[in-house]
């Protein structure tokens, strides 16, 4: 082997490493040592409009829609269910709910959009519909913490916010599956809530977002991506959110929890539906999204090279910049878990790392898939 090949591997790993520290030093401490400014009680909280959009969703809204209905908000709000074309009883489960809780406000929609493809027409729908400025978005399989919810994201709105930022965790169930897609969703909240902070939000989540009607409206709503199915929530915010105007909120009041998939196949086909967005970001965006997914792909690799073919002393710096990267990505990895409430997850965190290679390879695909042409 020629000796320039192993300084060569020696000197591309340390690189690799060097941009992984700075990712984590940079922009992810600022989630693990974030702290949440107490909001004081709002004498006149605004009025709100909670939109959830749902298809054939009657056995989740009798779950837990009721957990939306009895939110403890003291100001006025409105819950608008946009029933999307459901060929099941959800117009059924949102009358007998609507005689209960005089705040549902269930819209019915009995045709498809011919150029709004997605989950975007019947969102616009209820956005146009809302009687408040205030918006707060979820989903109809989603379960708010606690009563506060409504309350603790209105908190977080300051003058000059127009977007608030939430965190939508996938329920605790045994296995390791669980335990993926809980990482998967803890490992993206790390990079936008800290994209957020750093001044450079790029993206939120449907399942616990807010924003205004008028920026909304100011913007032309999805005009700039109708033709892409998904994208209503990461792509609206890619366009309108930025350093000024954007909040998050990381109380755990705040948390909107879901199910996680039960199947491989099933986590496997949502995760492909999501990734079709991502090409469609702002180009800073998609570098540094793409420097840090590319240098985490390349870290192991790169490290198994250098056990291989690098000798000592240049070995024991390979294992110098790994454990560094390890000491760092610990101490972050801890403190925005504490806040994110997975702290369970600390202790599989190595082996969960590892697995991203894997999850990279698998999902790459996704980025030039042609997105499928319902929501649902």
């Known amino acids: 082997m020629h000796p320039i090949i192993p300084l060569c591997a020696f000197y591309l790993f340390c690189f690799i490493a060097a941009v992984q520290v700075f990712y984590y030093l940079f922009f992810f401490t600022r989630l693990a040592f974030y702290k949440q400014q107490p909001a004081a009680p709002a004498v006149n909280p605004d009025p709100v409009s909670v939109i959830i959009c749902a298809r054939d969703e009657s056995k989740n809204l009798t779950e837990r829609l009721p957990s939306v209905l009895r939110q403890d ?6 819950i608008l269910v946009i029933n999307d074309n459901s060929f099941d009883d959800t117009k059924f489960v949102l009358d007998r709910f609507t005689s209960e809780y005089p705040r549902l406000k269930p819209v019915e929609l009995v045709q498809e959009a011919k150029l709004i493809v997605g989950k975007k027409f019947p969102l616009s729908v209820g956005i146009k519909t809302a009687k408040y400025d205030t918006l707060v978005l979820t989903d109809a399989d989603c379960t708010p913490a606690t009563p506060e919810w409504i309350r603790s994201v209105q908190s977080a709105y300051q003058p000059g916010t127009e977007v608030v930022l939430g965190y939508g965790p996938y329920e605790k169930k045994p296995g390791v599956l669980n335990r993926i897609i809980r990482f998967e969703t803890f ?4 990079q936008y809530f800290s994209y957020a902070c750093a001044g450079m939000p790029y993206m939120g989540v449907g399942r616990n977002l807010s ?5 909304f409206f100011r913007n032309k709503g999805f005009a700039g991506h109708n033709q892409i199915p998904s994208g209503d929530d990461d792509l609206f915010i890619n366009a309108v959110a930025n350093a000024r105007n954007t909040r998050i909120t990381l109380d755990a009041s705040s948390f909107v929890y879901s199910p996680p998939k039960a199947t491989w196949g099933e986590w496997m086909r949502q995760k492909q539906r999501h990734y079709t967005t991502s090409k469609y970001y702002k180009p800073i965006h998609k570098f540094l999204l793409g420097l840090y997914t590319g240098s985490h792909f390349l870290l192991y690799p790169l490290l198994a090279l250098n056990i291989l073919i690098t000798p000592e002393p240049l ?5 110098g910049a790994f454990g560094l990267r390890f000491v760092v990505q610990a101490v972050v990895y801890y ?6 409430m997975e702290k369970d997850l600390f202790w599989w965190f190595p ?22 042409a319902r929501w649902k």
Not at 73 to 78: D, T
């Open 315 to 319: 070995s024991w710096y390979v294992w």
């Open 351 to 372: 082996l969960l790392d590892l697995w991203q290679f894997m999850y990279y390879i698998i999902f790459a695909p996704a980025l030039w898939k042609r997105p499928a």
């Open 73 to 78: 908000y003291p100001a006025a709000h409105e």
């Open 187 to 190: 490992h993206t909240a790390l």
């Open 211 to 215: 924003y205004k009607k008028d920026l």
């Open 335 to 340: 403190g925005s878990m504490r806040k994110l």
